[in-house]
Antibody
Framework: QVQLVQSGAEVKKPGASVKISCKASGYSFSNYYMHWVRQAPGQGLEWMGIIYPNGDGTDYPHRLEGRVTMTRDTSASTLYMELSGLRAEDTAVYYC?????????????WGQGTLVTVSS | EIVLTQSPGTLSLSPGEGATLSCRASQSVRSNKLAWYQQKPGQAPRLLIYDTSSRATGIPDRFSGSGSGTDFTLTISRLEPEDFAVYYCQQYDNSYTFGQGTDLDIK
């Protein structure tokens, strides 16, 4: 079965960077678009970006461009998301997600979430 | 960016009743590229409906989606106790955005 297993919780100081991993299993990792979505405490869902299969690039929302970097290690079936210049408002649960089918845009599979706390 | 506005913000109903949740887009969502998710406290969201009206695998048929253009609806025909949760709509026609959520709680 499809599984997305994320790395553990992080506590970071303002201005620092965080890098979260997401290990995929149960399907052909190279064939699917992957996204990151975050959710601040008590708030809604926010799209953070997409990474395309087979090194075909990434796409980020303007508000995060320059601070977010998404990469994938196909040999390890692992996705990474690095966020730099952390601020208090980056405190959130971060989810890696896989599209329902490649190119669909809807998210059938979710990681368990990684809590990132930014505090001095 | 397409802004999605969900209404109502909170909906208080009793088990057995029907629920209608609305999602309005700031511009037309082409090709019905709209999904609905359910989220319970402490859990990741779960996909219910994709492409406006297709139920995801394992989703009961009391959940249905409809709409087009700028107006979309999630209908739950007979509420079960496990249906009380927060519901989000998402569009994936023009980049990706979510609505702010509707909290469906027990009356």
């Amino acid at each position: 079965q499809v599984q997305l297993v994320q790395s553990g919780a992080e506590v970071k100081k303002p201005g620092a960077s965080v890098k979260i991993s997401c290990k995929a299993s149960g399907y052909s990792f190279s064939n699917y678009y992957m996204h990151w979505v975050r959710q601040a405490p008590g708030q809604g869902l926010e799209w953070m970006g997409i990474i395309y299969p087979n090194g075909d690039g990434t796409d980020y929302p303007h508000r995060l461009e320059g601070r977010v970097t998404m990469t994938r290690d196909t040999s390890a079936s692992t996705l990474y998301m690095e966020l730099s210049g952390l601020r208090a408002e980056d405190t959130a649960v971060y989810y890696c997600v896989r599209e329902s089918y490649s190119g669909s845009g809807s998210y059938l599979f979710w990681g368990q979430g990684t809590l990132v706390t930014v505090s001095s | 960016e397409i802004v999605l506005t969900q209404s109502p913000g909170t909906l208080s109903l009793s088990p057995g009743e029907g629920a209608t949740l609305s999602c309005r887009a700031s511009q037309s969502v082409r090709s019905n590229k709209l999904a609905w998710y359910q989220q319970k406290p402490g859990q990741a969201p779960r996909l219910l409906i994709y492409d406006t009206s297709s139920r995801a695998t394992g989703i009961p048929d009391r959940f249905s989606g409809s709409g087009s253009g700028t107006d979309f609806t999630l209908t739950i025909s007979r509420l079960e106790p496990e249906d009380f949760a927060v519901y989000y709509c998402q569009q994936y026609d023009n980049s990706y955005t979510f609505g702010q959520g509707t909290d469906l709680d027990i009356k």
